[in-house]
Antibody
């Protein structure tokens, strides 16, 4: 059974960097069979795709976050990480990591499973 | 404002059917059959219930079905059960820049 678990600081000060790590069990992130992604849920419920990573050389980011975003992968620990710099209160959200499948053309077509989520609050 | 539009809430009685719509544009939902749906009970991890518009992952009851017409995808839940009360989100491939679009979510209340 594949499981994902987010970890990292839950309180971040404005202008600092939000850092989260997703630990994967039950699957190898070095297999190159999936994308490994981040999604966030705002307090008013909407979901936003942040980005995902395929391997150390291939990642895709939401253009609205690209200038502040870095997603990295550590195959030795079976983990991938999110770093979002220069955060503001608008970045307060529940952050989920999830595995993403893709079809034969490379289009992402599902997210499964998801982690439980990590509520990160940006506040001084 | 979410990229895909869903009704904020729907409701139905046990045993009834409800349909949740998800409206995008001709560039996303209308162009690709990469629509997926997620069930989310607050405090738990979201769960994939449909992908590629109408395919169910193993273990998802056939009470959950999906369809698409033009720029609008739909999730239908038949034979409503109390445990179906949750938030439901649609998702679609977007474009080469923003790969993934989500809806704003629909709260399903089982009366």
């Amino acid at each position: 059974q594949v499981q994902l678990q987010e970890s990292g600081p839950r309180l971040v000060k404005p202008s600092q960097t939000l850092s989260l790590t997703c630990t994967v069990s039950g699957d190898s992130i070095s297999s190159r069979n999936y994308y490994w992604g981040w999604i966030r849920q705002y307090p008013e419920k909407g979901l936003e795709w942040i980005g995902y990573i395929y391997d150390s050389e291939t990642s895709y980011y939401n253009p609205s976050l690209k200038s502040r975003l870095l997603i990295s992968i550590d195959t030795s620990k079976n983990q991938f990480s999110l770093n979002l710099s220069s955060v503001t209160a608008a970045d307060t959200a529940v952050y989920y990591c999830a595995r993403s499948g893709y079809d034969s053309s490379g289009y992402p077509n599902w997210f499964d499973p998801w982690g439980q989520g990590a509520l990160v609050t940006v506040s001084s | 404002q979410s990229a895909l539009t869903q009704p904020r809430s729907v409701s139905g009685s046990p045993g009834q059917s409800v349909t949740i719509s998800c409206t995008g544009s001709s560039s996303d939902v209308g162009s690709y059959n990469y629509v997926s749906w997620y069930q989310h009970h607050p405090g738990k991890a979201p769960k994939l219930i449909l992908y590629d518009v109408s395919w169910r992952p193993s273990g998802v009851p056939d009470r959950f079905s999906g369809s698409k017409s033009g720029n609008t995808a739909s999730l239908t839940i038949s034979g409503l059960q109390a445990e179906d009360e949750a938030d439901y989100y649609c998702c679609s491939y977007g474009n080469i820049y923003t790969h993934v679009l989500f809806g704003g979510g629909t709260k399903l209340t089982v009366l």
